[in-house]
């Protein structure tokens, strides 16, 4: 029997080609989130290094630090008055500057700047850390200032009871010291640290605990439980989550970017002097933490 075998022919859907000429695109790419920042930080090895340098005269005191784009650590050398540049890769003082008076903490601006907030003259100087370490600005408040951080190109500083923000210029924007209702905010003000996109304000208070607001100087949340006693110090992480040390409990806490506690990094030593600084670099897998009359810095493998 013969068979005839006819042409086949595609007719496509007229419909459907008028919707694809509307596309411009056939999709997008997104940055998809992880869950880095709620991942409790794991101590795996503990080293020490001295960070005392021939000219200082008192014992150190590493009130405040924090980590420069290339992996070097700035330090802040309360009793001595200096900013230490340390190399994390042999971590030893490569280079220091002698602050013109009595300082409290220390932030990163950009990879070749950091400020310092000098309470003892209501000022905040800028100090380039390029191949010499220079103050290059300063800007005057009127107000004794110790906490520091910053964000979005403002500066967040606070004295004992307020967190102010302002322009890197100088200029004052905000003040954040009361609630709603009137009631004061903070008592005791030690550190600051802000988010990346500044909707998070953390404040360590020495006698009320963690203090988060948002970008309003609204409460989020508040922690003032027995494992943080006497919060002096408080970083956050690339992560984006927030690091508090107590004074008084000796350890580091560590809390989601909302200010829920996750758990305790580093555990209380009664033999060692109470936290006083604590800052993290993830990329490094290293936290460095600073202890008061101490001429010895900690640096942990995470």
């Not at 200096?82 to 950009?110: A, F, M, V």
């Given at each position: 029997m013969?068979?005839?075998?006819?042409?086949?022919?595609?007719?496509?859907?007229?419909?459907?080609?008028?919707?694809?000429?509307?596309?411009?695109?056939?999709?997008?790419?997104?940055?998809?989130?992880?869950?880095?920042?709620?991942?409790l930080?794991?101590?795996?090895?503990?080293?020490?290094?001295?960070?005392?340098?021939?000219?200082?005269?008192?014992?150190?005191?590493?009130?405040?630090?924090?980590?420069?784009?290339?992996?070097?650590?700035?330090l802040?050398?309360?009793?001595?008055n200096?900013?230490?540049?340390?190399?994390?890769?042999?971590?030893?003082?490569?280079?220091?500057?002698?602050?013109?008076?009595?300082?409290?903490?220390?932030?990163?601006?950009?990879?070749t700047?950091?400020?310092?907030?000098?309470?003892?003259?209501?000022?905040?100087?800028?100090?380039?850390?390029n191949?010499?370490?220079?103050?290059?600005?300063?800007?005057?408040?009127?107000f004794?200032?110790?906490?520091?951080?910053?964000?979005n190109?403002?500066?967040?500083?606070?004295?004992?009871?307020?967190?102010?923000?302002?322009?890197m210029?100088?200029?004052?924007?905000?003040?954040?010291?009361?609630?709603?209702?009137?009631?004061?905010?903070?008592?005791?003000?030690?550190?600051?640290?802000?988010?990346?996109?500044?909707?998070?304000?953390?404040?360590?208070d020495g006698?009320?605990?963690?203090?988060?607001?948002?970008?309003?100087?609204?409460?989020?949340?508040?922690f003032?439980?027995?494992?943080l006693?006497?919060?002096?110090?408080?970083?956050?992480?690339?992560?984006?989550?927030?690091l508090?040390?107590?004074?008084h409990?000796?350890?580091?806490?560590?809390?989601?970017?909302?200010?829920?506690l996750?758990?305790?990094?580093?555990?209380?030593?009664?033999?060692?002097?109470g936290?006083?600084?604590?800052?993290?670099?993830?990329?490094?897998?290293?936290?460095?933490?600073?202890?008061?009359?101490?001429?010895?810095?900690?640096?942990?493998?995470?």
């Amino acid at each position: 029997m013969k068979m005839t075998v006819s042409d086949i022919e595609f007719q496509p859907d007229r419909k459907l080609i008028h919707q694809l000429k509307q596309n411009k695109t056939i999709g997008m790419l997104t940055e998809k989130a992880t869950n880095t920042a709620d991942k409790l930080l794991q101590i795996t090895e503990e080293q020490s290094y001295c960070v005392k340098v021939m000219s200082d005269e008192q014992k150190c005191n590493i009130c405040s630090s924090c980590y420069m784009e290339d992996d070097t650590i700035i330090l802040a050398d309360y009793n001595n008055n200096k900013l230490k540049r340390l190399e994390s890769h042999n971590y030893i003082i490569t280079d220091y500057y002698n602050l013109p008076g009595e300082h409290w903490q220390t932030c990163k601006i950009n990879e070749t700047q950091v400020a310092v907030t000098l309470f003892s003259q209501q000022k905040v100087h800028y100090i380039s850390i390029n191949r010499e370490m220079k103050t290059t600005n300063k800007i005057k408040t009127d107000f004794t200032c110790f906490g520091l951080a910053y964000a979005n190109n403002h500066l967040y500083i606070s004295d004992d009871t307020s967190v102010y923000i302002f322009t890197m210029s100088g200029k004052k924007l905000k003040q954040f010291s009361t609630d709603q209702s009137g009631q004061e905010l903070f008592s005791n003000i030690i550190s600051l640290a802000v988010s990346k996109d500044a909707t998070r304000i953390y404040v360590a208070d020495g006698y009320k605990g963690l203090i988060v607001l948002d970008k309003n100087g609204q409460i989020v949340t508040t922690f003032n439980g027995k494992q943080l006693q006497g919060a002096n110090y408080c970083h956050l992480t690339e992560a984006g989550s927030v690091l508090v040390s107590g004074l008084h409990s000796n350890n580091v806490l560590q809390f989601t970017s909302d200010g829920e506690l996750m758990g305790e990094v580093i555990k209380a030593d009664s033999k060692k002097q109470g936290i006083n600084s604590v800052c993290c670099n993830q990329q490094m897998s290293k936290m460095c933490i600073g202890r008061g009359d101490e001429d010895n810095i900690e640096v942990y493998s995470i």
